[in-house]
C-alpha cells in the first residue's frame, strides 16, 4: 500500500472510532433527556436515522490477515422507535477489488417500496475519503431477493444499512467478502483517463482474458469502455465470449451494448452490435486489427447483469481469406470463414473449399451461403455442380469431416440439423437444384487435411411452374400426354404475384386421337385500365390466350382474357390434340395470376353427348341437357353447327338462360355456352343469369353460326338454356316472303303463326294477327261426354241424400216416438244407404 492511501486508511478509521465515542456522548445525553422528560410526555414521534454504538464495521485488506471473511447485519435495539443507520466498509490493497456475495437476506418491504428498511450499494467509490452522496450510487435492496455479487470499481466497496425496526438481528442480511487480484481487469495497456480503456499489443500479450470491469459482479451505469487490439500484419485476431450478459432492450440494442468492429477505430466497419444474454459469440477479425467498445447508460432502471468474459487470441493460424473473393464471393465479417454469395440475375460462379488447391487446414469450419434474387420482380433457385471432390473421413456416416448441403432454407429457422445431404470421401456428389433461392454448405474439416472440392453455382429463374422446362430456361413449358394425362399449371410464382414484363408459353402435345381440356380454378390479372370484366380486345395490359393447335400447325384462338373474367371449361374439338397457352404482362403492377387444370382424354364422337349439324330448315330450337331440367353437374361437350342457304344469316336469340357463374366477378370457370357469330373469329362466352342487348340476341356474320355448351367436373348444375334460331336476310330491298316490321330481317313465310317469335328480340311481326282454327277430335268430344254424364249422376245423388237427411232431422228422438199396437208385427226398414 502506498504511504498517501494509507494516510487516507486511517484517516477514515480515526474518523470512525471519533464519531462512536461522539455517537455514544449524544446518545446517553439523549436518554436522560427522555427520561427527565417521560412525566410530561406520552407519546413519542419519530426521530431521523442516528447511527448506534458498534454498528458500523470495516473491512482492511493487509498482508499479515486472511483474504475473505463473512458479515451480517448488526444486533441492535431501537430504543423509542428510532431508525438506523449502519455502514459496511471494505478496502482493499492497490493490486485487489473487493467482491461481496449476499447468501441470506430478509429486510422489510418490496421494491421499489424500499421505506422502512434497505441497503444502499456504493462500488464506484474511487476515493475513500469522499463522502458517499458524492460517488455514484450502486442501488437500493430490500425485501427477501439477494442482491447479485458485486465487485469494486475500484479499491472501496460501502454497504449503507437502514433500519427503523425496535430490534434488529443477524439474520436480517449475511454474506461474504473477499478481497480479490486486479489483475484479471488489466486487459493491456491502460488509458490514463478511462478505468476500462486498454491497447492491447500482439508482441506483449498474444492471448489472454477479456472481461468488463466488475465481472462476474453487476456491471456498472453509465461505462463507457474501449478495448484496441493492435496485430502485426499476416495475424487475425479472434474474441470468444464463454460469458455474456447485458441488460436487453431489444434487437437493435438502443442501451446497454457491446460493438465490434473490423479495425483500429469506431470508423472502421461494423461487424455487429450486440447485448442479451448470447451463447458460443465468437468474433474474427478480417486483417490483423479489432476495436470493442462497451457503454452502458445512466438509467434509472435497476438492472443486475454480469456483462461479459471472454478471450482474446492473436494468430496467423486461422483461415486465409483469400480464396473467398475470387469471384463474387463477400467474407461474413466476424466470421473465419464464412462467406456469401448473391446472384447479380442468373449469374454463375465457382466455390472452393479454405486454402484451394492447396490442403485445407484442420478443425475450421466454413459456411457458405448462395442465395439467388428474391423480389416482387425476381425469383430464382441455385444449381450446384462439383468438379472436384476429396474430404477424407474416418467414418462412412460422415460424422468428422463433411460437407453438408442445405436446400430449402433451413438457415432462416436455425435448423443446422435437417440438412438435406451429407457428402464425403472422394466420390463427387450428384448435381443439386435449390427448392428455392437458398442453398447453403457447411464444410466441417475435422482432425483430418485433404484438397477439399470445388463446385460450380449457377442461378436460374425459378418459375414455379409445374412442368417440363425449355433448355433455355425461359417461361416455357411442355406437357406431354404420354408422360401425364393429367395435372396442374399456373402462372409465373402462384399464389404470390406473377413478374412485371414476363411472356410465358405452356404448350400442351396430346396423342393423335385425344383431345385437350382446360379448367381454370383461379384467375385474376392486374385490371387498373378496365372496372368491368376482361375479355378480347378489353384486355391491353396483363392477358391469357388460348389457342387450338391443329395438326396442320394452324392456331385457333379462343379468346383474350384478363381481369377477373376467368375463361369457360375449354376443350379442343374432335381432331385436335395440340394446344397453347400465353400468359403476357406488361412493365407495370402484378397480380396473383392464375391456376388451372389440364386434361388428355380419348376423343368421342363429334355430337355423341348432344349438339348436332342443323341445315337444310329456316328455323329451329336449342336446348341444355336434360331442359327443362337442370343440366348435370359433371363434364360434357355439346356442339351445334347451324349453316342456312347461301347469302343468309343465322339469328340467334336466347329466351331462358341460366348458367353459373357471373361474367362481372369471376368468370365462367364451372360452365360456359359459346358462340361463333364469325367461325374466323373467337367466340363470345355467355354465363349467368343476366344477358345484354349485345348478347340476349346474336347475328351471325355469314350463313354459318356454332353454338358450344360446355361443363367441368365441378360444375354445380343450374337451370341450363333455351334459344331459338331462324334463317334470315337483313335489310332487304325486296322481300318475298315475310318481312319483320321493326327488325327489317326477311324470314320464311312458313314461319308466320308457328308461335315462335322468329322476328327477334322486340318483334313480334309474325305473331301479329293469328287466327286460331280448332279442330274437334272425336275421342276429346266421346270423353267430355261420358265425364259429364258421369257427373250429372253424382249430382243427383248428393241431392236425394241432403232431401233425406232433411226430413230425418224432423224426426223425434227414439224414446219418445208412441209404441205401435203389440198385434201389429214389427217392420224392418231399408235406408236410402244401404241400396
Not at 448488526?74 to 459496511?88: K, T
Not at 443439386?432 to 485433404?450: E, H, K, N
Not at 363434364?635 to 351445334?640: F, H, L, M, T, V
Not at 322486340?762 to 266421346?782: A, G, H, P, R
Given at each position: 500500500?502506498?504511504?498517501?492511501?494509507r494516510q487516507?486508511?486511517?484517516?477514515?478509521?480515526?474518523w470512525?472510532?471519533t464519531y462512536?465515542?461522539?455517537?455514544v456522548?449524544?446518545?446517553?445525553?439523549?436518554i436522560l433527556?427522555?427520561?427527565?422528560?417521560s412525566?410530561?410526555?406520552?407519546?413519542?414521534t419519530?426521530?431521523?436515522?442516528?447511527?448506534?454504538p458498534?454498528?458500523?464495521?470495516?473491512?482492511?485488506?493487509?498482508?499479515?490477515d486472511t483474504?475473505n471473511?463473512?458479515f451480517e447485519?448488526?444486533?441492535?435495539s431501537n430504543?423509542?422507535?428510532?431508525?438506523?443507520q449502519c455502514?459496511?466498509?471494505?478496502i482493499a490493497?492497490?493490486?485487489?477489488r473487493?467482491?461481496?456475495t449476499?447468501?441470506?437476506?430478509n429486510?422489510?418491504?418490496a421494491?421499489?417500496?424500499?421505506n422502512h428498511?434497505f441497503?444502499?450499494?456504493?462500488?464506484e467509490?474511487?476515493?475513500?475519503?469522499?463522502?458517499?452522496?458524492e460517488?455514484?450510487?450502486?442501488?437500493?435492496y430490500?425485501?427477501?431477493t439477494?442482491?447479485r455479487?458485486?465487485?469494486?470499481?475500484?479499491?472501496t466497496l460501502?454497504i449503507?444499512f437502514?433500519s427503523d425496526?425496535?430490534?434488529i438481528?443477524?439474520?436480517a442480511?449475511?454474506?461474504?467478502?473477499?478481497?480479490?487480484?486486479?489483475?484479471k481487469?488489466s486487459i493491456g495497456?491502460p488509458a490514463?483517463?478511462s478505468v476500462?480503456?486498454f491497447?492491447?499489443?500482439h508482441d506483449?500479450?498474444?492471448e489472454?482474458?477479456?472481461v468488463?470491469p466488475?465481472y462476474?459482479?453487476?456491471?456498472?451505469?453509465n461505462?463507457?469502455?474501449?478495448y484496441?487490439?493492435?496485430g502485426?500484419a499476416g495475424?487475425?485476431v479472434?474474441l470468444?465470449?464463454m460469458d455474456?450478459d447485458?441488460?436487453?432492450?431489444?434487437?437493435?440494442c438502443?442501451?446497454d451494448?457491446?460493438?465490434?468492429?473490423d479495425?483500429?477505430t469506431k470508423?472502421?466497419?461494423?461487424?455487429?452490435?450486440y447485448?442479451?444474454?448470447?451463447r458460443?459469440?465468437?468474433v474474427?477479425?478480417?486483417a490483423?486489427?479489432?476495436?470493442?467498445?462497451?457503454n452502458?447508460?445512466?438509467?434509472?432502471a435497476d438492472?443486475?447483469?454480469?456483462g461479459f468474459?471472454?478471450?482474446?487470441?492473436?494468430?496467423e493460424g486461422?483461415?486465409?481469406?483469400?480464396f473467398?473473393?475470387?469471384?463474387?464471393?463477400?467474407h461474413?465479417?466476424g466470421?473465419e470463414?464464412d462467406?456469401k454469395?448473391?446472384?447479380k440475375?442468373?449469374?454463375?460462379?465457382?466455390?472452393?473449399s479454405?486454402?484451394w488447391?492447396f490442403?485445407?487446414?484442420?478443425?475450421?469450419?466454413?459456411?457458405?451461403?448462395?442465395?439467388?434474387?428474391k423480389?416482387a420482380?425476381?425469383?430464382?433457385k441455385v444449381r450446384?455442380?462439383?468438379?472436384?471432390?476429396?474430404i477424407?473421413s474416418?467414418?462412412?456416416e460422415?460424422?468428422e469431416?463433411?460437407l453438408k448441403?442445405y436446400l430449402q432454407?433451413?438457415?432462416e429457422?436455425n435448423?443446422?440439423d435437417e440438412y438435406?445431404?451429407?457428402?464425403?470421401?472422394?466420390?463427387?456428389?450428384?448435381?443439386?437444384?435449390?427448392d428455392g433461392?437458398?442453398l447453403?454448405?457447411?464444410?466441417?474439416?475435422?482432425?483430418?487435411?485433404?484438397?477439399?472440392f470445388k463446385?460450380?453455382?449457377?442461378?436460374?429463374?425459378?418459375?414455379?411452374v409445374?412442368g417440363?422446362?425449355?433448355?433455355?430456361?425461359?417461361c416455357?413449358?411442355?406437357?406431354?400426354?404420354?408422360?401425364?394425362?393429367t395435372?396442374d399449371?399456373n402462372?409465373?410464382?402462384y399464389?404470390?404475384n406473377y413478374?412485371s414484363?414476363?411472356?410465358?408459353?405452356?404448350?400442351f402435345?396430346?396423342?393423335p386421337?385425344?383431345?385437350?381440356?382446360f379448367?381454370?380454378?383461379y384467375?385474376?390479372?392486374?385490371s387498373?385500365l378496365i372496372?368491368?370484366?376482361g375479355?378480347?380486345e378489353?384486355?391491353?395490359?396483363?392477358?391469357?390466350e388460348?389457342?387450338e393447335?391443329y395438326?396442320s400447325?394452324?392456331e385457333?384462338k379462343?379468346?383474350?382474357?384478363?381481369s377477373r373474367?376467368a375463361p369457360?371449361p375449354?376443350?379442343?374439338d374432335?381432331?385436335?390434340?395440340?394446344?397453347k397457352?400465353?400468359?403476357?404482362?406488361?412493365?407495370?403492377?402484378?397480380?396473383?395470376?392464375f391456376?388451372?387444370?389440364?386434361?388428355?382424354?380419348p376423343s368421342k364422337?363429334?355430337?355423341?353427348?348432344?349438339?348436332?349439324n342443323?341445315?337444310?330448315?329456316?328455323n329451329?330450337?336449342?336446348t341444355?341437357?336434360g331442359?327443362?331440367s337442370?343440366?348435370?353437374?359433371h363434364?360434357?361437350?355439346c356442339n351445334?353447327?347451324?349453316?342456312v342457304q347461301?347469302?343468309?344469316?343465322?339469328l340467334?336469340?336466347f329466351?331462358?338462360f341460366?348458367?353459373?357463374?357471373?361474367?362481372?366477378?369471376?368468370?365462367?370457370?364451372?360452365?360456359v355456352?359459346r358462340?361463333?357469330s364469325?367461325?374466323?373469329?373467337?367466340?363470345?362466352e355467355l354465363c349467368?343469369e343476366?344477358?345484354s342487348n349485345?348478347t340476349?340476341?346474336?347475328?351471325?356474320s355469314?350463313?354459318?353460326?356454332k353454338?358450344?355448351?360446355?361443363?367441368?367436373?365441378?360444375?354445380?348444375g343450374?337451370?341450363?338454356?333455351?334459344?331459338?334460331w331462324?334463317e334470315?336476310?337483313?335489310?332487304?330491298?325486296t322481300?318475298k316472303?315475310?318481312?319483320?316490321?321493326r327488325?327489317?330481317?326477311?324470314?320464311?313465310?312458313?314461319?308466320?303463326?308457328?308461335?315462335i317469335s322468329n322476328?327477334?328480340?322486340?318483334d313480334?311481326?309474325?305473331?301479329?294477327?293469328?287466327?286460331?282454327?280448332?279442330?274437334?277430335?272425336?275421342?276429346l268430344?266421346?270423353g267430355?261426354?261420358?265425364?259429364?254424364?258421369?257427373?250429372?249422376?253424382l249430382?243427383l245423388?248428393a241431392?236425394?241424400?241432403?232431401k233425406?237427411?232433411r226430413?230425418?232431422?224432423?224426426v223425434?228422438?227414439f224414446e219418445?216416438?208412441?209404441?205401435p199396437?203389440?198385434e201389429?208385427p214389427s217392420?224392418?226398414?231399408?235406408?236410402m244407404?244401404s241400396?
Amino acid at each position: 500500500m502506498t504511504t498517501s492511501y494509507r494516510q487516507k486508511v486511517n484517516k477514515n478509521i480515526s474518523w470512525c472510532y471519533t464519531y462512536e465515542l461522539i455517537s455514544v456522548f449524544f446518545l446517553v445525553a439523549y436518554i436522560l433527556t427522555v427520561v427527565s422528560e417521560s412525566a410530561a410526555v406520552s407519546v413519542v414521534t419519530s426521530f431521523p436515522p442516528t447511527r448506534a454504538p458498534k454498528c458500523d464495521r470495516l473491512f482492511v485488506s493487509n498482508t499479515e490477515d486472511t483474504k475473505n471473511g463473512t458479515f451480517e447485519s448488526p444486533v441492535v435495539s431501537n430504543l423509542m422507535n428510532h431508525s438506523r443507520q449502519c455502514i459496511y466498509v471494505f478496502i482493499a490493497a492497490e493490486d485487489e477489488r473487493v467482491k461481496i456475495t449476499f447468501n441470506k437476506f430478509n429486510l422489510r418491504g418490496a421494491p421499489p417500496e424500499c421505506n422502512h428498511e434497505f441497503i444502499d450499494l456504493y462500488t464506484e467509490i474511487d476515493d475513500p475519503g469522499k463522502e458517499l452522496i458524492e460517488t455514484p450510487f450502486g442501488g437500493r435492496y430490500c425485501g427477501k431477493t439477494l442482491p447479485r455479487t458485486r465487485i469494486s470499481m475500484y479499491q472501496t466497496l460501502t454497504i449503507s444499512f437502514y433500519s427503523d425496526a425496535s430490534m434488529i438481528t443477524p439474520d436480517a442480511f449475511q454474506g461474504t467478502y473477499e478481497f480479490v487480484n486486479a489483475s484479471k481487469y488489466s486487459i493491456g495497456t491502460p488509458a490514463p483517463s478511462s478505468v476500462c480503456t486498454f491497447t492491447i499489443y500482439h508482441d506483449r500479450k498474444k492471448e489472454g482474458l477479456f472481461v468488463s470491469p466488475t465481472y462476474p459482479g453487476v456491471y456498472p451505469k453509465n461505462l463507457h469502455c474501449q478495448y484496441r487490439f493492435l496485430g502485426r500484419a499476416g495475424q487475425r485476431v479472434r474474441l470468444e465470449f464463454m460469458d455474456f450478459d447485458l441488460f436487453y432492450g431489444g434487437p437493435h440494442c438502443p442501451f446497454d451494448h457491446v460493438k465490434v468492429f473490423d479495425g483500429k477505430t469506431k470508423n472502421d466497419p461494423l461487424i455487429g452490435t450486440y447485448c442479451g444474454q448470447r451463447r458460443n459469440l465468437m468474433v474474427y477479425s478480417s486483417a490483423e486489427n479489432l476495436y470493442v467498445e462497451f457503454n452502458t447508460l445512466r438509467r434509472t432502471a435497476d438492472t443486475q447483469n454480469r456483462g461479459f468474459s471472454g478471450f482474446f487470441e492473436f494468430s496467423e493460424g486461422f483461415v486465409n481469406l483469400a480464396f473467398i473473393g475470387k469471384y463474387d464471393a463477400q467474407h461474413i465479417r466476424g466470421t473465419e470463414c464464412d462467406q456469401k454469395i448473391l446472384s447479380k440475375q442468373e449469374s454463375n460462379g465457382t466455390v472452393f473449399s479454405p486454402n484451394w488447391p492447396f490442403l485445407y487446414y484442420a478443425n475450421i469450419v466454413c459456411r457458405y451461403y448462395i442465395y439467388g434474387m428474391k423480389d416482387a420482380q425476381y425469383l430464382e433457385k441455385v444449381r450446384l455442380e462439383f468438379d472436384k471432390f476429396e474430404i477424407p473421413s474416418k467414418d462412412e456416416e460422415c460424422n468428422e469431416a463433411y460437407l453438408k448441403l442445405y436446400l430449402q432454407g433451413q438457415e432462416e429457422r436455425n435448423a443446422v440439423d435437417e440438412y438435406d445431404h451429407v457428402f464425403c470421401g472422394e466420390t463427387t456428389p450428384p448435381t443439386l437444384v435449390s427448392d428455392g433461392p437458398r442453398l447453403m454448405l457447411i464444410f466441417s474439416s475435422g482432425s483430418s487435411q485433404g484438397k477439399g472440392f470445388k463446385a460450380r453455382y449457377t442461378f436460374e429463374t425459378d418459375y414455379r411452374v409445374p412442368g417440363t422446362p425449355s433448355p433455355n430456361r425461359t417461361c416455357h413449358f411442355i406437357y406431354k400426354s404420354e408422360s401425364k394425362k393429367t395435372g396442374d399449371f399456373n402462372s409465373p410464382r402462384y399464389p404470390s404475384n406473377y413478374p412485371s414484363s414476363t411472356y410465358c408459353q405452356y404448350v400442351f402435345k396430346g396423342l393423335p386421337g385425344e383431345q385437350v381440356q382446360f379448367v381454370f380454378n383461379y384467375f385474376k390479372t392486374k385490371s387498373s385500365l378496365i372496372s368491368s370484366h376482361g375479355y378480347n380486345e378489353m384486355c391491353t395490359e396483363d392477358w391469357i390466350e388460348i389457342y387450338e393447335v391443329y395438326p396442320s400447325g394452324r392456331e385457333n384462338k379462343f379468346g383474350r382474357y384478363c381481369s377477373r373474367t376467368a375463361p369457360g371449361p375449354v376443350v379442343s374439338d374432335v381432331g385436335v390434340h395440340d394446344m397453347k397457352v400465353m400468359l403476357n404482362t406488361d412493365n407495370s403492377d402484378v397480380a396473383s395470376g392464375f391456376s388451372a387444370t389440364y386434361l388428355f382424354f380419348p376423343s368421342k364422337p363429334k355430337f355423341s353427348d348432344c349438339g348436332g349439324n342443323m341445315t337444310g330448315t329456316s328455323n329451329g330450337i336449342i336446348t341444355s341437357p336434360g331442359f327443362p331440367s337442370a343440366y348435370e353437374p359433371h363434364r360434357q361437350i355439346c356442339n351445334w353447327h347451324i349453316t342456312v342457304q347461301p347469302f343468309h344469316k343465322v339469328l340467334l336469340s336466347f329466351n331462358y338462360f341460366l348458367i353459373e357463374g357471373d361474367p362481372l366477378e369471376r368468370g365462367c370457370p364451372g360452365a360456359v355456352v359459346r358462340v361463333w357469330s364469325n367461325l374466323s373469329l373467337p367466340p363470345m362466352e355467355l354465363c349467368g343469369e343476366r344477358m345484354s342487348n349485345q348478347t340476349h340476341q346474336i347475328l351471325s356474320s355469314s350463313s354459318e353460326l356454332k353454338l358450344q355448351f360446355v361443363t367441368a367436373d365441378k360444375a354445380v348444375g343450374s337451370g341450363g338454356f333455351r334459344a331459338v334460331w331462324t334463317e334470315v336476310k337483313e335489310a332487304p330491298t325486296t322481300c318475298k316472303h315475310l318481312l319483320c316490321e321493326r327488325s327489317r330481317f326477311c324470314i320464311s313465310s312458313a314461319l308466320r303463326c308457328n308461335e315462335i317469335s322468329n322476328c327477334g328480340f322486340d318483334d313480334d311481326t309474325d305473331e301479329k294477327n293469328c287466327t286460331k282454327e280448332v279442330s274437334m277430335d272425336i275421342y276429346l268430344v266421346v270423353g267430355l261426354s261420358v265425364g259429364a254424364a258421369a257427373f250429372s249422376v253424382l249430382a243427383l245423388c248428393a241431392a236425394c241424400r241432403r232431401k233425406r237427411k232433411r226430413r230425418g232431422d224432423n224426426v223425434p228422438a227414439f224414446e219418445h216416438r208412441p209404441q205401435p199396437p203389440r198385434e201389429v208385427p214389427s217392420m224392418h226398414l231399408i235406408s236410402m244407404e244401404s241400396v
